[in-house]
Each structure stands twice: as C-alpha cells, then as structure tokens.
C-alpha cells in the first residue's frame, strides 16, 4: 500500500466514530464474498453514523478511491468485490427505527437482519415476504441493493415492490430521500441547483423521450418475468404517469433497488409489509426421473395458485447425504429422483389445503408427470424448506477443485418459455461435456443453474465465459433476464450491454454519471464493468501448494482444500435465534473476524500465497483463529462441512514448530501429568489452584473457580470395588467404558454412578488400562502428543471393540476423539474407522438398549421430574442430543425438554484464559445462561460435558447433573 493512502487511512480512523482497519488480517477476510472473485481492498470501515458515511465519501473523492458497500457478505456475483474501501453496515446499522402497524410499514437501517425482522413483526401477524436462502443472516440493505426474490416471490413479489422510501447520502455527501411523488411532485423537484434535482432532471430527460421508451420496451426483458433486473431498473419507472404509463405515482427507490450500491449510500429503508400466508399449509414433494419432466410439471403446477414452487436437482439432494445437519431433513425423499418440486398449498381452513393438494396431484399424474408425491405438513415443511436452502452451501461439499460456479445461475424466462429454454440450455450444456445443477425457483421461472467447474485451470476459467456468454444469447433469445435476484456484480455487468442493448446500455451510464460524477460508488459493478475472468479467488493455473499436515485431510484432498470448501455462504453468521450452534464467537462479538468464513478465507489465503517455508507461522492465522472455541459446530452445521476445529488445532501445532509452545498451553495440554501429581495431596492442590495469586500466574481469569480433584480417582476406587462389580449377574453383553481423564481426576461420582448403573442392568463392564482420550492435546494444537496417545489407544483397543463389545464413553469430548480427531491422526486408519464405528457415548448406548428392550421402564421410579437437557457442543455435532433425551424418558413421568442453547462458552480451557474470559461468559449469555436462570428452582438442569457444567455454575449458580447420574438416582431395580 502506498505511504500517503496509509497515512490518509491512519487520519481518517482518529476522525470518525467508527472504526477503520487496513491490517492485511482484515483486508484478507474482505477480499472475497461468496462468488468467485477476490480482490485485496485498501481497507474495512464499520461506520457509526450519517457522519461518519459523508466523511467517507469526502474521503473517497479526496483520494479517488470506491466505496464498497457490504451488509452480510453473502453476494454471489462480486457485488462487495473491490479494490477500494469495504463499508461494512452489519455492526452498527442494525436499529429498527419506526414501525407503523396500522399502515403496515416499518423504517429500519440496513444491516437488520431479514429473519430478525420478521421475528419483530410476527405479533402483530405482519412480515416482509421476500424470502432468501440466506434470510438468517442476509440484512435488508443487501437485499434492497440486489433486489432480492427468494422463495414467496410467486405470491409476494420481490423486494423493489415493497419499497416506501430509501433515505440516501448521494456522491457530494447531500442528502436525499426517494418516496412516492406524483407527477406534479417529480416536476418540482427538477427545480434547484444541487445533486438531487440534478438526478431528477437526468431521469426526466432520459425517460420522457419516445424513443428512448420504445429502445427500453424493445431491448429490456419481457414485463411478465417479476425477476428481471438487468442493469438499473428503467423499464420499472415507465410504468408512472409522468413518463406516459398508468401508475399515478413515481418512486426512484425502483431505480435504486437492484443498483447495488452504485447510485448512493442508503442509510434508511422504509417497507410495505404483507399480512402473514394463510396458516394452515401443505407441501406436495413432487419427484421425477428427469429435470424436463419437472420443467413441465412446474407449467402444470403453476396452475393451483401455489404459495412455493421450488426444485431441488440429484446433485443437491446427493450433496445433502454427506451433511449431518441436513441428512434427518431427507426423511421424504423417496428413490432416488433426478429432481424435486417442493409445491405448497396455504388456505384458512384444513379441508380445503387437503382438497386443493388432492387436486394438484390428481392434475400432475393425470399429465403422467411424477412418480411420487409425499405431502408434508406442519416442521416437516420447514425441513423441507432447510433442505432447499442449503442448496447453496451444499454445493461446496463436492470434494477437489471442481465446484459448483455462480455465473449463469440467476436466469429468469417467462414462465410459459421455461420448458423449452431449460431443453435448450440442457443439451447446450451437453455440448460442453457438463451435467450442471439445476435448483430453486422453478414457480418464477427462476433456475439457479451452475456448471462444474475447476477454475484453477485456464481452460475451465475459457469454458467459464463461453458457457456464460451463450447462456446470457439463450436468454436473450426467450425476453428473459439473466440478472433475476442474484444482481450482476462483477459476473454479469459486463454482458448487460447485450442484455438490455448497446443504447440502453449508453443511458443507465449517463443516468450513473449524473448519480456518481466521480464513480466512487462500487465501482466496476453494472457499467465500465471489471472483466468476468479476471480477479479470481485462485491464480489460474498455478503450481498447487504442497503442505504437510499431522493430521490426514486426505478426505478434502488436503488441508488447502479443506480451507477452499468455505464458498462464503455466510452460514456461520446466524444468530442466535435461528438456533444451532455455530457460530459462538461471531455471536458474541458480532465481528466478520470472529466467523467460521473468516477462518477458513484467511487460511486459505496464506497457505496460498505466503512465501514463508512454514506458511502456517503467521500473526494474523493466531489472530484469527484465536477466538475460535472448537466447538465443531462448523463440522455439521456448516453446509460445506469446514471443520475449522481442526484447521485451528493443525495451525496452532504449526506456529508452535517456530514461535514454541507457550507455558499456559503447556499446562493445560499436560493436564493429566499435572493432575497425577496434584493428587498426591488432592486437597492442598485444590486449595493453591484455587488461590488469585496462582490463577495470576497462569493467566487464568481469576472471575473462575478451578475444578477441584477428587479425593481420590475412578480407578482408586475401582480397584476397592472390582470384585463386588464383577460378582453382579450378566445377563446382556459385554462393553469397555472408556474412562476418561476428566472422569476420572474431577467427576469420580460420575464414573461410580454409570458403573453402578450398567452392571446393575445385567452388563459386563470392563474397564482398562488405556492412554487418556488426548482432548486437551487436541484442543490446544499439541498435536504430536495427540498422535502418539491415538496410536496407542487404537492399538490398545483395536482386538477388543466389536458390534458385540463396544467402547462406551462418559465425557461427550473424550468419547468423540474416537469418532472423530483420531481418524485424521492415527497410523492406523483400518483399526481407528472399526472402532469408531463401534464408539458410542452412554446415552447412545442405553438408548439403544432400550429401543432393543434390554432395558425396561419398569426398572426406573414412576416419580414425577422435570428435566431440561444443555447438549455438549461436540455430542451436538458428532453425535446427538436425541439420545440423551431418549435414555432420560425412560422413566414414565420424567417431562423432558431439549433447550435450544448453543455453545456455553467454555470450550474446555478456552473460558478460563484470562483474555478469553468476558467473549466465554458472552457466549453463554446469548442463549444458554438466561434460559437457565428462567427454569424453576425444582427443575433438573441436565448437562454431560464437564466444561458445560463448570460454565452452567460460574454463569448461573445452578448446579447442573450428568444424564447418567439422573438415570442411575431413577434406577430402582437394584
């Protein structure tokens, strides 16, 4: 970066009240959104105010640089791209300003989240219809900026139809706010001598000429098609009065809408809402042997006055096989279809949603269309709807560097047209040797349609272009838009010239000068357009970066390409209420830094172009990853799967080859060693570890209270006990329980109290001699120890577990290192995958037990208990919370609930290192904490990993149970 840029940066960050960043950390998480692009900006800005945006601009004119406005990050077509400054509206823009129920519009500011939205409208039986696949995380100026669709677009509209009024900051600063005018008050504002009336003058000149109309009416997609938004939405303002049409008002906010951010800065946005569909809903999950099959279906299934009309192709159904998260979203898919029309019904009354299903389906096989036709109702219809949405994400999930591209994907024909167009476009592709993927809205006529690529190689980066460039002629050529919901961004502006024609083209420049005489917004977006092959996320054909892992990332082909799967899709910046896991740290930070795309993007740039020998010893790589609490919820719940646990521990065993281990890390990854010699005197260790003076020394926030030792350990007391243990009667099979080192040194009545419980029930128990699980070497990045103790524990345990003699497990954390870090770290990958496929936690153990009547209810009390289960973030991951709440149902009048709780925040030693303290206790303060602190006194509070329940009683002062220890108190049987 030149010096004067630098200093002009430095300069601006003392002036506004906002932030400003221009570390190559940030500029390496800002480089690229969730297309195919990347390019290195000057810097990220997370402005605060109005003030703060119109000193920006002052500042991007000074210096002739562009302004890039960002909201979620989720653009598919280069959109927030750019060489200039990112201002990035998602941190501090978040504020709904005025909500007028009975005109049913609401003013917000445009980093409000879609969903969150319609939370706060979903009272008072309102919301904001369109509907993306990124609604959980997608905010309303990105939406506004690319005019998004989605799903109720059929029924709804798009997002330009709910525009009120756009309040903006234009080029020199000024404000304006576009609404409604009538013709009389569009004339008016032509009156004056400054920017605004300057646009208003523009628009009326270029508007009001005949010609200029008949070129639009010509040349622009066909008016029947609602997701047309090629270039700046002209054809939409011809239908006012003031240029010869009907509608009585004209609002440029049409104009803006879709302009992604080229135009002006919007700093407000007020909606017209939609009272919420009718409730009493049907999906038909159409299926059919072939993709044209399901192109004529939807012209038939368009008929029936559908709410949602969407498709699903093999390859995204496939892709969902191989995603924990969506695999229990697949229960309807029956066979296996080359396609899936998700149709629904909404009505106010029952009978009528079923008749009206009937009718629809009698009307498709009556047009031998579909082979089957599962109707789906109430959660179903949500999974169903998941399982759509992840489409996107999915994609990501093909293994190697072919992928999925984002560049034909947003074409839009004429309902009518869509059978031929989708024939064409299928033996197009053909051609070209490709089997593409076809999904999403096939009601709108709408295909989200992706050829596989490897745009590594120069030749599929040629093919890129050629398959774009013939796809946007095949457009053309049926009236319709190659721009639907998705914007043009760097991928489509530069074919808008052919789209919309070379004199069209010409006037929504003059009407961009006359905007942006200095070209500071978004520059290379929709005119003078950057290339479509240029600025990719990877240097084509380049020699492929060979770096040695101690793990095995033979699975994604490599920890590079494990990196790579993160296509941007933004998954990891749900909130809370949209419920899962991931992302903990962005959840309590709210910075783009904190994500699980940050993680991946910033290794993935380093690992690319460092030039260091060891390219993983980098500063910004122990930035990043340094509020990442390993909770593996990326592992399952990241559409993509990016497993950024284990990017984090492969990185830290990296740095530490040439910065060394650091002596806290040292402490908590010796755990065990430190904890055979604490226990010598288990009550003296207890009373120093607990002291401030000692915690100061570690670097433990002295806010913790530090687990105490047992006085003596599991094995201590199994050796009093074995012979008792062994002389029980066995009456069902044998088992190794795994004891863990937390259970072992910490939770001793635990370990009693599952021991007590199975060879109560009949089982024989044997326990053994073996090396620790290795969590805490895994979880601090100390990854030679690790591997050796998976060796050894693989070794140990690969002649003994069986179907018939499984590895049961107490500790969710301990048991899963089997499952799962063991298979990337173990010599041994034949014996490591058999016995992880005989590795279950306790619950699963006894849930399964009971579903095979081994175990009985009679054998547990009929007393009434209520129960509210915290599921261990790993067990969320790699196992479930389901069988927990299975095994603690076997006592008949036991209520029990899952809580939707997220990560505690502990994350082992994470939330006991001082730095880490106040984002620990945050995390558990976004879900977990309150939902406990609101349970009744008498209401059990049931976790099974030892850091939830440390993190539950430093949080909460609640003590919370093991599920083993509730069921053996149950246990009556004895």
């Known amino acids: 970066m030149k010096v004067e840029i630098t200093q002009a940066l430095k300069s601006l960050s003392i002036t506004l009240e906002g932030e400003v960043f221009y570390d190559l950390l940030h500029k390496s998480i800002y480089a690229t959104d969730a297309s195919v692009y990347r390019k290195i900006p000057l810097g990220v800005v997370y402005p605060k105010s109005n003030q703060d945006i119109k000193t920006l601009i002052l500042f991007a004119k000074e210096n002739k640089i562009t302004l890039i406005p960002r909201a979620a990050g989720t653009s598919l077509a280069g959109q927030c791209v750019g060489d200039g400054l990112v201002v990035d509206t998602s941190k501090y823009f978040t504020k709904i300003l005025d909500f007028n129920e009975q005109n049913k519009t609401i003013k917000i500011q445009p980093g409000v989240i879609r969903d969150e939205l319609n939370d706060y409208l979903k009272p008072y039986g309102l919301f904001f219809a369109p509907n993306t696949s990124t609604s959980n995380r997608c905010m309303i100026g990105g939406m506004v900026g690319n005019n998004s669709s989605g799903t109720t677009s059929i029924k709804f509209g798009v997002t330009r139809d709910k525009i009120v009024e756009l309040k903006t900051i234009l080029s020199d600063g000024s404000e304006a706010t576009f609404s409604d005018l009538t013709s009389e008050e569009f004339l008016l504002k032509m009156i004056g001598d400054n920017l605004e009336s300057d646009i208003y003058k523009s628009v009326y000149n270029e508007l009001s000429n005949t010609e200029h109309q008949l070129e639009i009416k010509k040349e622009f997609p066909k008016s029947s098609i609602h997701r047309r938004n090629n270039g700046y939405a002209i054809d939409e303002l011809l239908n006012s ?80 096989k191989n995603n924990r998260e969506q695999l229990k979203n697949r229960f309807f898919v029956e066979g296996d279809p080359k396609a899936i029309l998700m149709l629904e019904i909404c009505t106010e009354d029952d009978e009528e949603s079923k ?35 992840a489409g996107l994400g999915l994609l990501g999930n093909i293994v ?49 349609l992706r050829p596989i690529l490897n745009l590594k190689k120069q030749e599929d980066v040629v093919l890129f272009r050629e398959i774009t460039s013939k796809t946007a002629a095949l457009v053309k050529k049926y009236g319709g838009s190659f721009s639907g919901e998705h914007g043009d961004g760097i991928v489509r502006a530069e074919f808008i010239p052919k789209m919309i024609g070379e004199k069209n083209y010409a006037l ?84 783009e830094k904190d994500t699980t795309r940050a993680r991946a993007n910033v290794l993935r740039e380093f690992l690319t172009n460092s030039e260091k020998k060891n390219k993983f010893n980098h500063k910004e790589l122990y930035d990043v990853f340094d509020l990442c609490l390993s909770c593996k919820a990326c592992a399952s719940e990241c559409p993509s799967n990016v497993d950024v646990a284990s990017l984090k521990a492969e990185f830290l065993h990296q740095y530490y080859k040439e910065n060394g281990i650091p002596f806290r890390t040292k402490i908590f990854a010796n755990n065990v060693k430190l904890n055979k010699l604490g226990m010598i005197m288990p009550s003296v260790t207890n009373a120093v570890l607990n002291t401030k003076i000692t915690k100061k020394l570690l670097g433990v926030a002295v806010q913790r209270s530090i687990p105490e030792l047992a006085h003596k350990t599991f094995y201590s007391w199994y050796k009093t006990n074995k012979k008792r243990l062994l002389s029980k009667p066995v009456k069902h099979k044998e088992l190794f329980l795994f004891m863990d080192e937390f259970t072992n040194y910490y ?16 089982y024989k128990v044997n326990i053994t001699n073996h090396e620790e699980s290795g969590r805490s070497f895994i979880s601090k990045g100390v990854l030679d120890k690790a591997k050796r103790i998976a060796d050894f524990n693989v070794t140990f345990f690969k002649d003994k577990i069986s179907s018939e003699t499984p590895l049961l497990g107490i500790e969710p954390s301990a048991i899963l290192t089997f499952r799962d870090e063991y298979l990337r770290l173990a010599d041994d990958k034949e014996s490591a995958n058999h016995i992880a496929k005989n590795t279950f936690t306790i619950e699963e153990f006894i849930k399964q037990e009971f579903d095979n009547k081994h175990i009985l209810s009679e054998s547990f009390t ?15 991951s790699l196992s479930s919370t389901e069988p927990t709440f299975r095994m603690l ?10 809580i939707n709780s997220g990560c505690c925040g502990m994350a082992g030693s994470f939330g006991y290192e001082k730095e880490h303290y106040q984002v620990s206790m945050q995390v558990g303060e976004d879900t977990l904490f309150p ?33 083993i220890s509730v069921l053996r108190k149950a246990f009556i049987n004895r």
């Open 355 to 389: 008749a009206l299903t009937n009718a629809l389906i009698a009307d498709l096989k009556t047009n031998n269309l579909g082979y089957a036709f599962p109707k789906l109702i109430g959660s179903e219809i949500n999974q169903a709807l998941e399982l759509r949405k």
């Open 241 to 320: 009065k003031v240029f010869g049409g009907a509608d009585t008002h004209v609002n440029l906010s049409k104009l803006l809408a879709g302009s992604e951010g080229t135009l002006a800065f919007t700093t407000e946005i007020t909606l017209k809402l939609d009272t919420l569909p009718p409730p009493k809903n049907i999906m038909v999950a159409a299926h059919f042997s072939s993709i044209q099959e399901s192109m004529e279906a939807v012209v038939v299934a368009m008929r029936h006055n559908l709410f949602t009309c969407e498709l699903m192709d093999k390859t995204i159904l496939d892709c969902t």
């Open 931 to 963: 939902k406990v602190r609101n349970a009744e006194g008498e209401v059990i509070i049931v976790a099974a990993g030892t850091s939830c329940r440390h993190q539950i009683k430093d949080g909460t002062s609640r003590t919370s149970i093991h599920p």
């Open 508 to 591: 929504i420049k003059r009407i961009k000068n006359t905007f942006d005489p200095n070209n500071i917004f978004n520059q290379g977006k929709i005119v003078d357009a950057f290339p479509m092959d240029k600025n990719l996320r990877y240097e084509v054909d380049r020699k492929e970066p060979e770096i040695n892992t101690i793990q095995d990332f033979s699975d994604s082909q490599g920890i590079l390409r494990a990196a790579e799967k993160c296509n941007g899709s933004g998954d990891c910046r749900k909130l809370p209420e949209a419920g899962g896991t991931m992302c903990p740290s962005y959840r309590a930070t709210r910075n």
């Open 747 to 762: 939770d001793v009545t635990i370990g009693i109290d599952c021991m007590e419980l199975l060879t109560d029930l009949g």
């Open 862 to 876: 009929t007393k009434s208990e209520v129960l509210k289960i915290h599921g261990h973030c790993q067990q969320k």
């Open 400 to 448: 190697g560097d072919d992928k999925a591209v984002a560049c034909i994907e947003d074409t839009a024909v004429d309902l009518k047209d869509l059978p031929n167009y989708i024939s064409e476009f299928s033996k197009m592709m053909e051609d070209f040797g490709q089997d593409a993927v076809y999904y999403a809205h096939a009601g709108a006529g709408e295909l989200h």
């Open 889 to 898: 149902s076997i006592p008949k009048n036991y209520k029990v609930t899952i």
